[in-house]
């Protein structure tokens, strides 16, 4: 199971910490917070211990409208499941009472001037990707159009050729060799690199370039939604053939399943403009629109006139 601690939440989001500074070790494994409400006036059956609680200006204000000793027994309730963290929004001040509680507690008590729907929206998106499960395959990431493309092939087929050339044809270039593949959800795969290789792209008689030096901040960037998984293999001139509508295939990641097409090499072949003829029918498909579907309208078209 992947985890941060509240340590790295704290840097990454530049958060106040008010008390627990020897507890930011403390780890957090769910990818979402959460803001306590029923669990205040005592119901706990599905309290998400594990997340990151948050505290807005509701929450706050219902706290400072009760009795001194209601509020114990409210805060008191919570810090006992002993979530990871406490983090305070819109930069409110009146939490002397909370923050009593967190340092006899050890738990670390944090504080941003961001407001409490904007700052939940941002750390939510960070901890879906931090947290994601995720796997290294050997392969190449790029971006055609909009479209998030892993292209896959054995050692010297020519992926990173092939992704060169469509940097220069103006697509964006993700990741070389070493491609991170995280699940965001049951439908969503995102493609990233591993930092260390990042903007290197490794040609073979020229050695290792970087895109961006080369072409620029355009051709790169640091992830994209994969929605087809490309295949370069050698030709097979007895496999080969021209269907009107290619029977879908699928390639499974971490459990989500990504439309497959192989395509096969041979010497002149525009590999590049397959790839870029590919994305953008796989994009006509998400609009509903089928090229083999309107060839055989018209041939029945024909037919019956």
Not at 168 to 197: C, M, Q, W, Y
Not at 246 to 269: A, C, K, N, S
Request: hydrophobic share 40%.
């Amino acid at each position: 199971m992947k985890t941060i601690t509240v340590q790295r939440l704290a840097d990454v989001f530049k958060l106040e910490v008010l008390t627990g500074a020897g507890h930011m070790d403390r780890e957090i494994t769910r990818p979402r917070t959460h803001r306590p409400g029923l669990e205040f006036v005592g119901y706990f059956d599905f309290f998400p211990m594990k997340r990151v609680q948050i505290l807005g200006r509701k929450e706050i204000t219902y706290l400072l409208t009760r009795t001194v000793e209601e509020r114990k027994l409210h805060i008191g309730n919570i810090v006992k499941y002993h979530p990871p963290c406490f983090i305070v929004t819109s930069g409110q001040q009146e939490i002397p009472f909370l923050t009593l509680f967190c340092e006899q507690e050890g738990i670390p008590l944090l504080r941003t001037s961001e407001t409490t729907t904007d700052f939940i929206v941002k750390l939510d998106g960070y901890l879906v990707k931090a947290l994601a499960p995720e796997v290294s395959i050997h392969g190449v990431c790029i971006n055609v159009s909009g479209i998030g493309i892993l292209l896959r092939g054995k050692s010297g087929i020519g992926k990173s050729e092939t992704a060169h050339t469509l940097i220069r044809r103006g697509h964006r270039f993700v990741a070389d060799d070493i491609v991170v593949l995280k699940r965001l959800s049951p439908s969503t795969l995102l493609g990233s690199h591993n930092e260390t290789t990042r903007e290197f792209l490794a040609l073979r008689s020229v050695g290792l370039i970087n895109v961006v030096r080369q072409y620029g901040r355009r051709a790169f960037q640091d992830e994209t939604r994969i929605v087809l998984d490309i295949e370069l293999t050698p030709w097979k001139g007895d496999s080969l053939n021209n269907e009107l509508e290619v029977v879908p295939q699928f390639t499974d990641y971490l459990g989500v399943q990504i439309p497959h097409i192989e395509i096969q090499l041979q010497p002149g072949r525009d590999v590049a403009g397959l790839i870029e003829a590919a994305a953008n029918n796989w994009y006509l498909k998400q609009l509903g629109y089928s090229a083999a579907e309107e060839f055989m309208k018209r041939i029945e078209d024909e037919m019956q006139s």
